[in-house]
């Protein structure tokens, strides 16, 4: 128990620490940050670097470090309802851990409700792995190989040389696309297998786990992940012993032992519900209405990310004249440090969420809060305007895409009255950027 909860308050500590550095730098109403003050943004992540820091030390007595858990759980459930846009799966299963560790620190040590903790944690894992492994065979994408090179085309989420590396080998691309599937739908066999075969499952998950943070910048998955594998190789390991004389030690406290195996078990069942592809949703809503308790674990599948989402701009002078589109957002090149350290990978994950929701107020309204009050612009320029491309990133030869955008906008600097989400081309759009203002 005491290393999952090592290994999460790690990577808590990335993430907060992320948070803390991309709010420094970002600009004001960017669509990854909380929509309030930067104060606020910095007190709440500064208070949960520290709860996480405060768990990772080891010092915290049952009382104080169920305090710190359940604080982290629950802020990041609140977090999650503020401002879900730039969030992942690594957010998801992190929140799971911090609940499941808190239920784990009010028992107090009951050996009773460790195990159930440490079996819900173990569950949710296989599930995650096994889930995405069978969107991931469901889609033709995935199964002819295509998968890989769209997304490692792109500039937000892939790597120049990798790339190269699979549009040259068609083949191994589509062999190790296989392999990715087959390793992901073998996973659960870690908690039913002889131990030989549980550590080459999760040798090879944390190999694929490391490969991905360092070709894709999806650093926060690794400690996440790492810390589920140690509940995952504790149950295997315990598989068949102890339960007599566990259940003579904790007589004292077997109906909060049942609870606790009760709460876990539906809240197992509802995850393993929720990943059916065909599910229509309507209860989730019903349940969990801004989708933060139960979790989505089919990453990057059916159909993965394979383009790169820009924000352009451009303002209208007093005398009616407009500058050149402007690019709003850029991404930086794929560096060796993103495996560890990744700050900026959190406003191209609100980008590409924005963008499949682009004819939504809500949706065009931050970016547009974005655009006035974050980016700089011109002293005399009266209006502004917006719009949300894509581009194939490295594949420079695909041509742009426009999704929608803003016609002209007022800036707080004037009295001009603004326009409505018009959900198309900005009108009167007759000069387009070309695609090589994104190489």
């Excluded at 620190?105 to 569950?123: E, K, Y």
């Excluded at 910048?217 to 810390?227: E, K, Q, T, Y």
């Excluded at 060796?336 to 065009?364: C, F, I, T, Y």
Aim: include cysteine; charged fraction near 20%.
């Amino acid at each position: 128990m005491r290393r999952v909860e090592f290994t999460a308050a790690l990577g808590l500590c990335l993430s907060s620490a992320e948070f803390l550095c991309d709010a420094a730098r970002s600009r004001r109403g960017a669509p990854h940050t909380l929509p309030a003050s930067r104060t606020v943004g910095l007190l709440v992540h500064g208070s949960r670097l520290a709860a996480a820091g405060a768990l990772a030390s080891g010092r915290c007595r049952p009382a104080s470090g169920a305090v710190c858990s359940g604080y982290l759980a629950v802020s990041d459930a609140l977090l999650q309802r503020a401002q879900p846009h730039g969030r992942d799966g690594a957010d998801q299963l992190q929140m799971l851990l911090m609940t499941a560790l808190t239920l784990a620190r009010a028992g107090r040590g009951d050996p009773g409700i460790d195990r159930w903790v440490l079996r819900f944690i173990a569950g949710q894992c296989a599930l995650a792995y096994a889930s995405a492994g069978a969107a991931k065979a469901a889609s033709a994408t995935w199964r002819e190989g295509r998968a890989l090179p769209g997304v490692l085309r792109t500039r937000s989420f892939g790597h120049r040389g990798a790339h190269r590396w699979a549009v040259r080998h068609p083949r191994a691309t589509t062999w190790f696309a296989r392999g990715v599937i087959a390793a992901e739908l073998a996973f659960p066999l870690a908690l039913v297998t002889p131990r030989p075969v549980t550590r080459t499952l999760l040798a090879t998950a944390k190999a694929f786990h490391l490969g991905t943070a360092a070709g894709m910048g999806l650093n926060r998955f690794s400690p996440a992940f790492f810390a589920a594998h140690h509940a995952v190789r504790r149950c295997a390991r315990n598989r068949g012993t102890g339960e007599k004389a566990t259940t003579a030690a904790s007589r004292g406290t077997t109906v909060l032992r049942a609870m606790t195996a009760a709460g876990l078990t539906g809240w197992l069942a509802l995850t393993l519900a929720a990943q059916h592809p065909r599910s229509p949703g309507t209860w989730q809503r019903r349940l969990d209405r801004y989708r933060v308790l139960i979790p989505d674990w089919r990453f990057y599948s059916p159909e993965p990310t394979v383009h790169d989402v820009h924000l352009l701009y451009r303002d209208r002078h007093a005398d009616g004249t407009a500058t050149p589109w402007r690019r709003g957002t850029r991404y930086a090149s794929r560096r060796a440090r993103h495996g560890v350290w990744n700050p900026g990978n959190r406003l191209a994950k609100a980008l590409a969420d924005l963008a499949g929701r682009l004819g939504e107020p809500d949706s065009a309204r931050l970016l547009l809060e974005f655009v006035v009050h974050g980016l700089p612009h011109a002293p005399d320029s009266v209006q502004t305007q917006f719009m949300v491309v894509t581009t194939a990133g490295y594949e420079e030869t695909e041509k742009m895409a426009v999704l929608g955008g803003l016609a002209w906008h007022a800036l707080p600097n004037t009295r001009r009255p603004g326009t409505e989400y018009s959900g198309g081309i900005p009108a009167g759009d007759k000069e387009k950027p070309q695609n090589k203002e994104f190489s």
